[in-house]
C-alpha cells in the first residue's frame, strides 16, 4: 500500500468515528443548557478541535505504519483509546451519566499517556503528535468534573 494510502486510512479511521459519534449524540447535546464551569470554550470549538486531533492521530498512526513499526501493542492501546473516546460523549451526552463519564475520562487519559509512550519508543514524532490530544483530554476531564459538580 502507498504511503499517502496508509495516511488516508490512518486519518479516516478516527474522522469517521467521531463523525458517526457526532451523529449518535447530536440529539442529546445539551452543553449550552448547562452551567459550565470557568474557561468553557463555546460549544462551536468542539468539533474543530476534534477533527483537527483526530487528523494528528491519524498522521501519528500514520508515521508508525509507513516505517513498518506497528505491532500487536501498538494497535491494542491505539484502538482501545479509540474506543473509550467514542464512547465517552456517548456516556456524557446521550445516557446523562456525567460522574461515570468523569471516570471513564480518567481511563482515557491514562491511555493516552501510554499511547503516547509507546509511540515515542517507536517515532518521537509519532508520539510527541499525540500530546495535544492529552492536554485537551485532560481540559475535557476538567470540564467533565465541575459540569458533572455544578449541575447535580
Request: glycine share 4%; charged share 10%.
Amino acid at each position: 500500500m502507498s504511503n499517502s494510502k496508509i495516511y488516508f486510512k490512518a486519518i479516516a479511521i478516527p474522522i469517521l468515528v467521531g463523525l458517526i459519534v457526532g451523529i449518535i449524540i447530536s440529539g442529546s447535546i445539551d452543553y449550552n443548557s448547562l452551567q459550565k464551569p470557568l474557561l468553557s470554550p463555546p460549544s462551536i470549538l468542539f468539533p474543530i478541535i476534534w477533527t483537527f486531533l483526530y487528523i494528528l492521530m491519524g498522521i501519528s498512526y500514520g508515521i508508525l505504519e509507513t516505517n513498518g513499526l506497528i505491532d500487536s501493542q501498538i494497535n491494542f492501546i491505539y484502538y482501545l483509546q479509540l474506543f473509550f473516546n467514542a464512547l465517552w460523549p456517548i456516556a456524557f451526552f446521550v445516557l446523562k451519566w456525567r460522574l461515570f463519564a468523569f471516570f471513564w475520562i480518567l481511563i482515557l487519559v491514562i491511555l493516552i499517556y501510554i499511547m503516547i509512550s509507546k509511540f515515542y519508543e517507536k517515532n518521537k514524532l509519532a508520539g510527541v503528535l499525540q500530546i495535544p490530544y492529552l492536554l485537551w483530554t485532560l481540559f475535557a476531564t476538567y470540564l467533565n468534573l465541575f459540569t458533572y459538580l455544578l449541575n447535580r
